[in-house]
């Protein structure tokens, strides 16, 4: 089973930014809600921010006013411009569909230094 793969992560000071990338394999993203999700060592995957195939967004209060989610559906793509990071925003990224149990990417580390 092929598998969205996260790129972008880093490590960055806080008040920073960073931009993450996702490819999602094959031409599926056209029609399907997608999102962002986040892990925290030992604790569950959750969804960060979502979007529709009407470009429909939705976010955490936490992700709210910093985070921008977007697509490019021609280049089966998946973006979050993440701006003014927290150090609560360490964690490891993760897309997939929205609503996803499985079929998940390495994910791609976030580190925001206070």
């Known amino acids: 089973q092929e598998r969205p793969v996260e790129s972008g992560g880093g490590v960055v000071q806080a008040g920073g930014s960073l931009r993450l990338s996702c490819v999602f394999p094959?031409?599926?993203?056209?029609?399907?809600?997608v999102a962002w999700y986040r892990q925290y060592p030992e604790k569950k995957r959750e969804p960060v921010a979502y979007?529709?195939?009407?470009?429909?967004?939705n976010y955490t209060d936490s992700a709210k006013g910093r985070f921008t989610i977007s697509r490019d559906n021609a280049q089966n793509t998946l973006f979050l411009q993440m701006n003014s990071l927290k150090p609560e925003d360490t964690a490891r990224y993760y897309c997939?569909?929205?609503?996803?149990?499985?079929?998940w990417g390495p994910g791609t580390q976030v580190t925001v230094s206070s």
């Open positions: 979007i529709t195939g009407r470009y429909a967004t």
């Open positions: 997939n569909n929205y609503g996803a149990r499985d079929g």
């Open positions: 094959g031409n599926i993203l056209s029609f399907v809600s």
